[in-house]
């Protein structure tokens, strides 16, 4: 996790407040990435999926959850859809709106937020349990335990 300031590049509509959280490879596909989490002048959040990997030329898109609790944990539930990353691209941007308890977090309270991020291969068969990235976030992040994707857990529709 890395904390930023503010930039000559970043419009008017940040406030030059980010988190930077690593994703990491999760499956047999060659996958990292970043997500960014930007707040704007209106206090809501930006959220930028970024992921390092093979592009694709069709309209291939990855499917993209925000989650409660640790990556590991087969009961989080699912806190927010963000929007689906670009095959082509590779990269994603959510406003993040209230979480599916009803929950509005602040930067602040991004930055203690109990949670995690899970790229899969697709939206629905099979394919769906195939996790491209993940990366726990907020209070999740501990740099002295290595990402173990063995310990990785399928998302639960539950919220």
Do not use: W
Request: with cysteine.
């Amino acid at each position: 996790m890395s904390f930023g300031a503010c930039s000559e590049n970043d419009p008017e509509l940040y406030t030059g407040q980010k988190l930077e959280y690593q994703l990491n490879k999760a499956s047999d596909y060659e996958y990292t990435g970043t997500l960014t989490i930007r707040e704007l002048t209106d206090g809501n959040l930006e959220l930028i999926l970024q992921l390092v990997g093979a592009k694709s030329t069709g309209a291939t898109t990855f499917p993209a959850h925000l989650h409660f609790g640790d990556y590991t944990n087969p009961e989080a539930p699912m806190a927010f859809m963000l929007n689906p990353v670009s095959g082509a691209t590779l990269q994603s941007k959510t406003l993040l709106g209230s979480l599916m308890n009803g929950t509005k977090l602040s930067f602040e309270d991004m930055k203690t937020f109990d949670g995690h991020v899970k790229v899969h291969l697709a939206s629905e068969g099979p394919d769906y349990k195939v996790i491209l990235v993940a990366g726990n976030i907020g209070s999740n992040v501990n740099e002295n335990l290595k990402f173990d994707a063995t310990l990785m857990t399928s998302c639960s529709p539950n919220f």
